[in-house]
């Protein structure tokens, strides 16, 4: 089964800021990759999805992620933040086998500070 | 923009209660799935739903859960009596067929408090 680790759980920086948040997954083959964000007191949303070619990838409200295979990882990037951008950050994982499932992270609670 | 719904928002109820969770997915999908998220832990895959089915279930999907599609429309989670761990945010979350198959689409969820 696939599982994905993000670290530094609680990221708190400025405006104009850049933002980098990590993501490693564990699963010997194809995978699909996906950050989801989650606005206070509103539900998941899609920012942005790998499924194959380029491995940077480009979302919305202006961040991207790049697929580094060789790493097992699907960072997340934005690089200059605005106080908008307040919210929870999950990358999630699933494989084009199975149901579809996917497997979340545990989230980055990133706070930005006007 | 279609979104996926869910009712209640919140839902509270006494320990030992039945619990059922509602969601309305978008019109056509075909997949369909509850995850769940425990307050500091991460999402977790619950159960998902195709053809009028269960297609996969984790270990997390007991004896005490079950789901349901009772029209063309409604997509629940029942508890059949709930425990004080079952306490979380759960997610109906619905996704369509070809390209738009890996793309799962959530709802606000339902916060569950289990007294």
């Known amino acids: 089964a696939q599982s994905v680790s993000q670290h530094n759980h609680h990221v708190i920086l400025s405006e104009a800021a850049s933002l980098e948040l990590g993501c490693n997954y564990s699963?010997?083959?194809?995978?699909?990759l996906f950050w989801y964000v989650q606005y206070p007191g509103q539900h998941l949303q899609l920012l942005l999805k790998?499924?194959?070619?380029?491995?940077l990838v480009k979302g919305i409200k202006g961040f991207e992620a790049e697929f580094i295979k060789s790493k097992f990882s699907f960072n997340l990037r934005k690089p200059s933040v605005q106080w908008s951008d307040t919210a929870e950050y999950f990358c999630?994982?699933?494989?084009?086998?199975?149901?579809?499932?996917?497997?979340f992270g545990k989230g980055n609670q990133v706070v930005v500070i006007p | 923009e279609p979104e996926v719904t869910q009712t209640p928002s919140h839902q509270v109820t006494q320990m030992g209660q039945e619990v059922i969770l509602r969601c309305v997915p978008i019109?056509?999908?075909?997949?369909f799935y509850w995850y769940r998220q425990i307050l500091g832990q991460k999402v977790e895959f619950l159960v998902s739903f195709y053809n009028n089915e269960i297609s996969e279930k984790s270990e997390i999907f007991d004896d005490q859960f079950s789901v349901e599609r009772p029209d063309g429309s409604n997509f629940t989670l029942k508890i059949r009596s709930t425990k004080l761990e079952d306490s979380a945010m759960y997610f109906c979350?619905?996704?369509?067929?070809?390209?738009?198959?890996?793309?799962?689409?959530f709802g606000p969820g339902t916060r569950l408090t289990v007294l």
């Open positions: 019109s056509n999908h075909l997949y």
């Open positions: 999630a994982v699933n494989t084009n086998y199975g149901n579809n499932r996917l497997a």
């Open positions: 699963y010997g083959g194809t995978v699909n």
């Open positions: 790998y499924f194959s070619g380029d491995p």
């Open positions: 979350a619905s996704c369509g067929w070809g390209e738009r198959y890996n793309e799962q689409f």
